[in-house]
């Protein structure tokens, strides 16, 4: 029986479709985690991590040396045939692991630039890859300046966070000032590991967001596919919706494409699934960022009923050394998803579930809060308070039909203290 590691998990789609792909395959799964709480917290975890997982190894992920000792332990043991991570926090050791034991792995060297905000657009820039006008800063003071120069407004945002956490469209600078001491105030991340001293401010772009999803494999760079989002939030960039395949024409999705490709190629990855955000503005595609492995948010649910083959079980294979060959990339069908926000405060009624889960077209509607709850302020996405899943002869109509379920179903509030901030 092969044998294959995971260091961590997304909580939010890919992550446990990953487990389960990999025990479909009849793989021996161990699971590196510095501990489990937040999975069995989140709905289905506890289930994912009794069927699909053999043997768990507690130890600090988010930290290259004693990962590394963890792993080569079990390695001796029984040698492992692969090891990954599709959480975003511990991509990197998971890489130099992988290196170590002589695996197949991306070069740990792009994932470093990959996973800093900073050193991505730092690359981009040396190599004409479109970005948003950006300063790197590390006073308050700096980023201040940087605000004016560039103009407001403008986002402050943290190099090394994922999910929309401190990400700030700031329009005077106070607010500048304010969301600069906020991401410096912590001496770690949301993950525990130290916190960069850089902070990035850049030009606020007007335009509409996709993703594009990027397969890497065998020194090629490929588009999976393009998927549009939907952001809210106010001044925040929150994620509320994403519907597979785009629905945009066909030269716009070709330059956003081949931009994905160049600031892929640009960063260096060069194996597993990348997803690359975009802004397509009036001067044309703008980098948003890089992520050096699969979607989370759902997307590769999304990606998987659209075209009919398990995007977690490619990059499993890849990871196994198996060749992802020619990959039929036409989608047969079209899905989305629509993420629920509700006031800020107590819960006071759920309902209407059962009237939107019976609409055709609809896979899944569920919602994570209950009388009693608390749903704070939408600010990051882990503040949306539910979904509903479809899928549909094309993604605009599942998109459609996702939006009208989504109205059926209410997450009533009352007003409550002010949550401490974040």
């Known amino acids: ?3 294959i590691g995971f260091v961590e998990s997304n909580r939010s789609g890919s992550g446990f479709d990953a487990l389960r792909a990999a025990r479909g395959l009849g793989l021996h799964v161990t699971f590196f985690s510095c501990g489990l709480d937040r999975y069995h917290a989140t709905p289905g975890g506890t289930e994912v991590l009794e069927t699909c997982v053999d043997e768990f190894v507690s130890c600090p992920t988010h ?7 963890a792993v080569k332990a079990v390695d001796a043991a029984k040698p492992l045939d692969a090891l990954l991570s599709v959480a975003e926090y511990e991509v990197i050791q ?9 695996l197949p792995g991306p070069d740990p060297a792009a994932i470093r630039i990959a996973r800093d905000k900073a050193a991505q657009r730092r690359r981009w820039a040396a190599r004409g890859v479109p970005v948003p006008e950006f300063r790197v800063v590390t006073t308050a003071e700096q980023a201040v300046r940087a605000a004016a120069e560039i103009g407001f407004p403008c986002v ?4 090394d966070e994922t999910s929309g956490a401190h990400v700030v469209r700031c329009t005077t600078p106070a607010e500048v000032t304010g969301t600069f001491t906020a991401i410096r105030s912590a001496a770690t991340n949301r993950r525990g590991q130290p916190r960069s001293p850089e902070v990035l401010v850049e030009e606020c772009l007007v335009g509409f967001e996709v993703s594009v999803e990027i397969l890497a494999d065998a020194g090629t760079v490929r588009v999976l596919g393009v998927t549009d989002k939907i952001l809210g939030g106010r001044n925040r960039f929150v994620e509320l919706g994403h519907s597979f395949p785009t629905a945009l024409p066909g030269d716009v999705r070709r330059e956003l494409e081949a931009a994905a490709v160049a600031a892929t190629e640009a960063v260096g990855f060069d194996l597993g699934i990348a997803h690359v955000e ?8 703008k980098l948003i960022e890089i992520n050096p492995r699969p979607a989370g948010d759902r997307i590769t649910e999304l990606m998987d009923a659209s075209f009919g083959w398990c ?3 490619l990059l499993i294979r890849q990871y196994l050394g198996e060749p992802a060959g020619d990959v039929v990339t036409e989608p047969a069908r079209g899905a989305a998803i629509r993420y629920l926000t509700a006031d800020p405060g107590i819960v006071t009624e759920v309902s209407g579930l059962d009237i939107a889960a019976a609409v055709p077209g609809v896979r899944e509607a569920g919602v994570s809060v209950e009388p009693g709850g608390r749903v704070d302020p939408l600010r990051v996405n882990e503040d949306r308070v539910g979904h509903v899943l479809t899928t549909a002869s094309d993604a605009y109509l599942a998109g459609r039909i996702a939006e009208a379920a989504a109205q059926q179903i209410v997450v009533g509030t009352r007003a409550d203290a002010p949550p401490m901030a974040r």
């Open 1 to 3: 029986m092969r044998r």
């Open 94 to 102: 998971a890489a130099e692991a992988a290196r170590q034991l002589g």
């Open 278 to 285: 975009i802004k397509y503005t009036g001067a044309g595609p």
């Open 311 to 313: 995007t977690m079980e």
């Open 156 to 159: 402050v945002k943290a190099v």
């Open 63 to 69: 930290e290259l040396e004693p990962l590394l000792e």
